[in-house]
Nanobody, 123 residues
Framework: QVQLVESGGGLAQAGGSLRLSCTAS????????MGWFRQAPGKEREFVAS????????YYADSVKGRFTISRDNAKNTLYLQMNSLKPEDTAVYLC????????????????WGQGTQVTVSS
């Protein structure tokens, strides 16, 4: 089993920045593709970004492209999401996931999930 723990969420003003972290334990971290999802109250869970196991390929949802950057440091067993130019519509619980990439779309099929961290962006 893989355990994932997110951190770095909080409150930011519109236009501000936050960096989320996800630390993994259990099975070897760099054997998994990783990604971020988010879910706002009353809405379906939404894919945000993914990264392959080696960290040299990334994929982003259109809603965050150009503003968010996903990266990983396998030596630290840690995944990151740098969020810039935040908007109120970015407000959600952000979930870290590990699994496999869809070969055609680049999106992540999550197998293991973190507990989530709240991101709130005020206008």
């Amino acid at each position: 089993q893989v355990q994932l723990v997110e951190s770095g969420g909080g409150l930011a003003q519109a236009g501000g920045s936050l960096r989320l972290s996800c630390t993994a334990s259990g099975r070897t971290f760099n054997n998994y593709a990783m990604g971020w999802f988010r879910q706002a109250p009353g809405k379906e869970r939404e894919f945000v970004a993914s990264i392959n196991w080696s960290g040299d390929s990334t994929y982003y949802a259109d809603s965050v492209k150009g503003r968010f950057t996903i990266s990983r440091d396998n030596a630290k067993n840690t995944l990151y999401l740098q969020m810039n130019s935040l908007k109120p519509e970015d407000t959600a619980v952000y979930l870290c996931a590990a699994g496999s990439l869809e070969s055609r779309s680049g999106r992540l099929r999550g197998v293991y999930w973190g507990q989530g961290t709240q991101v709130t962006v005020s206008s």
